[in-house]
């Protein structure tokens, strides 16, 4: 059909695509130029849509600046911390739902008991420790890896990011060396040394680790963003956290600019 309602100074190629449309569904526009001209022209039949349900503005300057350290869990393949193995057997022989410790039970035991519990797995030593990233969440998608010897994934999409204010003064970062560093350190600095690996470079994690358990109930909302992989699984842990609990999808791909209408 011939182009009866113009718009003048903008180019047909756009005006054509309100012009043909019922409806338009305006998801990233900056607010200027030739797009929201028509979409002021065509104002009846536009509408917003945002792509993420997280927008720029909900979300804490430290989070937005990268200023937070965070901690990703993992499925457990046996008791939880302070679970002996027998405990364990008899739910796992029960088919009690609290034997199978999933990556997002997981999750959800340390958001409803505010508490972060330290181990001593993989850790030189046997100090029982809790392990920070300073890695955006942005960067995750090329360090997720399964580790098979481990029989662990790294890098899940589960996990809760702290500011680093409230953060810094209670953990420490680590030193990657070989065995030679190992030897000169002090028994301080034991709990905090990391080999830097050989076939595979340990150190892209910069890691942080905090000494024993981690009581997260001191946390202020403003100042912990708790992540997860799904929808069903944020609808599932909210309910329970004291913090703003998201997809972690959404906290990756937040769109700069929001539709302008």
Known sequence: PPLTDRHSGVPIRDQWSFYTSD???VLNNSGQGNIQSLVQYWLHKTQPVLSSDVKVADLPCWYKNGEYLSHFTRAIDGPYSGESQTEWYKKLVALDPH????????????VYEKKLKASS?????????IAFTAVPLNQWSELRKFRSHK????????????????????????????????????????????S???????TVEQEFRHKGDLDLSAIPREDAIVFVETDSDREFIQP???????AFE????IPEVH???
């Not at 830097?196 to 340990?202: A, M, N, P, Y």
């Not at 329970?240 to 998201?246: D, K, M, Q, R």
């Open 151 to 194: 029989r662990r994934w790294d890098f899940s999409p589960y996990g809760i990011c702290i500011n680093k204010n409230w953060l810094s003064k209670k953990v420490t970062k680590v030193q990657y060396g070989n065995a030679d560093t190992w030897q000169v350190l002090t028994e301080a600095q034991k709990p905090y040394f990391q």
């Open 99 to 110: 034997s199978f410790h999933t990556v997002e039970r997981v999750l959800f035991k340390i």
């Open 250 to 253: 959404n906290l990756i791909n």
């Open 240 to 246: 329970f956290s004291p913090w703003p609990v998201h």
């Open 259 to 261: 539709p302008v209408l």
């Open 23 to 25: 409806n338009v569904f």
């Open 121 to 129: 797995a993989m850790i030189r030593g046997g100090y029982t420790m």
């Open 196 to 202: 830097k690996g050989e076939r595979i470079d340990w």
